[in-house]
Protein backbone atom coordinates (compact mmCIF):
# COMPACT_ATOMS: atom_id res chain seq x y z
CA UNK A 1 0.00 0.00 0.00
CA UNK A 2 1.59 3.51 -0.76
CA UNK A 3 2.57 5.23 2.04
CA UNK A 4 1.22 8.45 0.86
CA UNK A 5 -2.43 7.48 0.74
CA UNK A 6 -4.17 8.30 4.30
CA UNK A 7 -5.64 5.44 5.88
CA UNK A 8 -8.16 5.23 8.89
CA UNK A 9 -7.56 2.36 11.31
CA UNK A 10 -10.99 0.44 12.61
CA UNK A 11 -10.54 -1.83 15.54
CA UNK A 12 -13.07 -4.41 16.76
CA UNK A 13 -13.40 -6.60 19.48
CA UNK A 14 -13.14 -10.17 18.41
CA UNK A 15 -14.89 -11.82 21.81
CA UNK A 16 -18.08 -10.74 20.14
CA UNK A 17 -20.28 -12.51 17.49
CA UNK A 18 -19.09 -12.33 14.11
CA UNK A 19 -22.28 -11.05 12.83
CA UNK A 20 -22.05 -7.99 16.02
CA UNK A 21 -18.44 -7.37 14.87
CA UNK A 22 -19.70 -6.45 11.66
CA UNK A 23 -22.35 -3.96 13.01
CA UNK A 24 -19.83 -2.43 15.16
CA UNK A 25 -17.30 -1.82 12.29
CA UNK A 26 -20.17 -0.16 10.28
CA UNK A 27 -20.78 1.90 13.66
CA UNK A 28 -17.87 3.08 14.37
CA UNK A 29 -17.29 4.21 10.98
CA UNK A 30 -20.40 6.10 10.43
CA UNK A 31 -19.80 7.93 13.91
CA UNK A 32 -15.90 9.20 12.56
CA UNK A 33 -17.38 10.34 9.18
CA UNK A 34 -19.26 12.73 11.32
CA UNK A 35 -16.28 13.42 13.36
CA UNK A 36 -13.52 14.13 11.18
CA UNK A 37 -12.88 15.95 7.55
CA UNK A 38 -12.22 12.49 5.33
CA UNK A 39 -10.12 12.94 2.26
CA UNK A 40 -11.82 11.63 -1.11
CA UNK A 41 -9.75 8.80 -1.30
CA UNK A 42 -8.52 6.98 1.55
CA UNK A 43 -8.22 3.13 2.55
CA UNK A 44 -9.55 1.36 5.82
CA UNK A 45 -7.39 -1.21 8.04
CA UNK A 46 -9.52 -3.47 9.94
CA UNK A 47 -7.71 -4.62 13.22
CA UNK A 48 -8.33 -6.97 15.78
CA UNK A 49 -8.12 -6.79 19.43
CA UNK A 50 -9.51 -9.56 21.75
CA UNK A 51 -11.63 -7.50 24.03
CA UNK A 52 -13.41 -4.45 25.48
CA UNK A 53 -10.50 -4.18 28.25
CA UNK A 54 -7.62 -4.52 24.90
CA UNK A 55 -9.58 -2.03 22.77
CA UNK A 56 -9.75 0.51 26.14
CA UNK A 57 -5.91 -0.07 25.86
CA UNK A 58 -5.27 0.65 21.99
CA UNK A 59 -7.77 3.93 22.92
CA UNK A 60 -5.99 5.20 25.96
CA UNK A 61 -2.44 4.63 23.56
CA UNK A 62 -3.62 6.24 20.72
CA UNK A 63 -4.52 9.09 22.71
CA UNK A 64 -1.59 9.48 25.03
CA UNK A 65 1.49 7.65 22.65
CA UNK A 66 0.44 8.51 19.48
CA UNK A 67 -1.89 11.64 19.51
CA UNK A 68 -4.31 10.19 16.90
CA UNK A 69 -7.83 11.15 17.50
CA UNK A 70 -10.35 8.38 17.32
CA UNK A 71 -14.16 7.65 17.74
CA UNK A 72 -14.63 5.28 20.38
CA UNK A 73 -17.86 3.37 19.61
CA UNK A 74 -20.08 2.28 23.00
CA UNK A 75 -23.15 -0.36 21.89
CA UNK A 76 -26.21 1.68 23.86
CA UNK A 77 -28.48 -1.66 23.08
CA UNK A 78 -27.93 -4.39 25.80
CA UNK A 79 -24.58 -4.66 28.08
CA UNK A 80 -22.47 -4.88 25.31
CA UNK A 81 -19.82 -1.49 26.29
CA UNK A 82 -17.41 -0.32 24.27
CA UNK A 83 -16.92 -2.45 20.80
CA UNK A 84 -15.42 -0.71 18.61
CA UNK A 85 -12.84 2.28 17.51
CA UNK A 86 -12.20 4.47 14.43
CA UNK A 87 -9.10 6.69 13.98
CA UNK A 88 -8.99 9.81 11.77
CA UNK A 89 -7.55 9.70 8.62
CA UNK A 90 -3.67 9.19 9.00
CA UNK A 91 -0.01 8.73 6.92
CA UNK A 92 3.70 8.42 7.04
CA UNK A 93 4.98 7.85 10.38
CA UNK A 94 0.97 7.35 12.46
CA UNK A 95 0.98 4.22 10.63
CA UNK A 96 3.58 2.63 12.74
CA UNK A 97 1.80 2.86 15.61
CA UNK A 98 -0.46 -0.27 14.33
CA UNK A 99 1.84 -2.49 13.53
CA UNK A 100 1.32 -4.07 17.09
CA UNK A 101 -2.67 -4.95 15.88
CA UNK A 102 -3.11 -7.84 14.04
CA UNK A 103 -5.22 -7.74 10.86
CA UNK A 104 -8.54 -8.88 11.44
CA UNK A 105 -9.69 -11.94 10.20
CA UNK A 106 -12.92 -14.08 9.65
CA UNK A 107 -13.35 -16.98 12.04
CA UNK A 108 -12.62 -20.39 10.54
CA UNK A 109 -15.42 -22.51 10.09
Known amino acids: MPANIPR ?3 LVRTD ?4 TQV ?13 FALPEY ?4 LLA ?14 EADA ?10 DG ?8 TE ?5 ACRFFRRFTLWQPPTA
Open 23 to 35: VQVAHACVTAGHC
Open 79 to 86: DTGFTSLC
Open 49 to 62: VRDEWALRQAAEML
Open 8 to 10: QYV
Open 16 to 19: LPVT
Open 42 to 45: HHLV
Open 67 to 76: GIRHTLFHEP
Open 89 to 93: PVSGQ
